[in-house]
């Protein structure tokens, strides 16, 4: 039986609490990087390398052309996204631990037990989550990772993921990070607090589509 945990997580809000604090950075300030985050590129090379190993699943997944290149259509902002995910992880993680908030490898795994006894295994598990959220099935522990340090963070606080007092942690991490972000990945609205012209479903709630388990990050 699985314990179902009233969470309310919202991607817009959490990109909403870091955005005034991600400024945009040029090629030439940092050539070759998609973004810099605390002192450290992530590279165009490493963009792309994740971006191919969700394409390289969904492939695995849809080996019908015809469906594949549907699929191709419908994300994308498959890179844009991807991007996100990447800097926004590295946010919530130092978020995390500037609060003493830590994941153990027994806490994630179960978690993914749980997920897997809901959608029928663990390669449907690794296929809704490609399919729903574009997360590779290599990268699901470490999404999952992500879900539970943001629940533990608000407990930590006191709150929940909709509450400014969270908002308000990740956007001191990402001003601890200085982060920057390459424009040609799109750029942020500082009077709307959002990102413009992407999408970016980095966090699920994953009750959606009859999975009755909530993370802790929506």
């Not at 990087?33 to 971006?51: C, D, H, K, M, P």
């Not at 509450?163 to 990402?174: D, I, M, N, V, Y």
């Amino acid at each position: 039986m699985h314990r179902r945990r009233r969470t309310a997580l919202v991607l817009s809000a959490v990109i909403a609490a870091a955005a005034p604090l991600l400024t945009a950075c040029g090629n030439d300030a940092h050539p070759g990087a998609a973004a810099v985050v605390g002192g450290q590129r992530i590279s165009v090379a490493q963009l792309e390398g994740r971006v191919n190993e969700v394409r390289r699943a969904q492939r695995a997944v849809v080996p019908d052309e015809a469906q594949y290149q549907q699929v191709v259509a419908s994300t994308s902002s498959l890179t844009r996204d991807t991007l996100h995910n990447m800097l926004l992880d590295r946010v919530l993680h130092r978020a995390a631990r500037d609060h003493g908030v830590s994941v153990t490898r027994k806490e994630i795994q179960a978690m993914r037990t749980g997920l897997e006894q809901q959608a029928g295994g663990a390669k449907a598990l690794e296929t809704t989550w490609l399919q729903k959220y574009g997360v590779a099935p290599r990268l699901l522990d470490d999404n999952l990772r992500l879900q539970l340090e943001a629940q533990k963070l608000a407990q930590k606080l006191g709150t929940d993921t909709t509450q400014p007092a969270f908002w308000k942690a990740l956007s001191t991490a990402s001003g601890e990070l200085h982060i920057d972000l390459n424009p040609r990945y799109g750029t942020w609205d500082a009077q709307k607090s959002s990102r413009v012209d992407a999408k970016t479903p980095w966090v699920r709630d994953v009750t959606s589509g009859g999975m009755q388990q909530q993370t802790a990050f929506r």
